[in-house]
């Protein structure tokens, strides 16, 4: 297993308090394109986002004016049971 995220990465949208799954992406060019601006490490914004790689692995990422300007394992990864990132 490589230290870099492998697509698929999958995002994981907050709703009402709870994650939900939204997309999953195969490419950068299908994430920059599908996210536009995005920021996992964004906790406080309403629009919050978490990203999982194919090896569920959380995914630090950044995306401004479809440019990934960030892409890297999270420092604080989290392995993914069954519940997306352990997050109720």
Known sequence: MTDNPCYPITIYYRDSGEWKESESYDSEMDLVVGL???DTEE?????????????DREVSLKVEAIELVRFELSKQMEHLG???LGLE
């Open 82 to 84: 069954s519940e997306p």
């Open 43 to 55: 906790v406080e914004d309403a629009w919050a986002i978490k990203a999982v790689d194919k090896y």
């Open 36 to 38: 536009e601006f995005a």
